[in-house]
Nanobody, 122 residues
Framework: QVQLLESGGGVVQAEGSLRLSCAAS????????MGWFRQAPAKEREFVAA???????YYTDFVKGRFAISRDNAKNTVYLQMNSLKPEDTAVYYC????????????????WGQGTQVTVSS
């Protein structure tokens, strides 16, 4: 069983930055693909970014150039650096994991964290 715990959310003004962290309680963290998703009120959960076991990064178009995903296998942690935040980035951000390979869709991940709220004020 994999447990994921997100942190780093909060309230920030537009054009500000936040760094989200997701700590995983699993022995073989390096063999898990990790993803970040978000869900705004009354909207479906959507893909934000992912990082493969080999460190390849994937982003959805609306965060390219603003967000950066990274992982530290020694710390069992994945990060999401968010810069130039916009009010439309306001959402609950979720960390997700799947052994060996992930993807762009919710159903492609087996484990989820509880989420951390990000609020961007204009």
């Amino acid at each position: 069983q994999v447990q994921l715990l997100e942190s780093g959310g909060g309230v920030v003004q537009a054009e500000g930055s936040l760094r989200l962290s997701c700590a995983a309680s699993v022995r073989s963290f390096s063999s898990y693909a990790m993803g970040w998703f978000r869900q705004a009120p009354a909207k479906e959960r959507e893909f934000v970014a992912a990082i493969s076991v080999s460190g390849i990064e994937y982003y959805t178009d609306f965060v390219k150039g603003r967000f950066a995903i990274s992982r530290d296998n020694a710390k069992n942690t994945v990060y999401l650096q968010m810069n130039s935040l916009k009010p439309e980035d306001t959402a609950v951000y979720y960390c997700a994991a799947r052994r060996f390979s992930g993807g762009y869709y919710v159903h492609e991940y087996d484990y989820w964290g509880q989420g951390t709220q990000v609020t961007v004020s204009s």
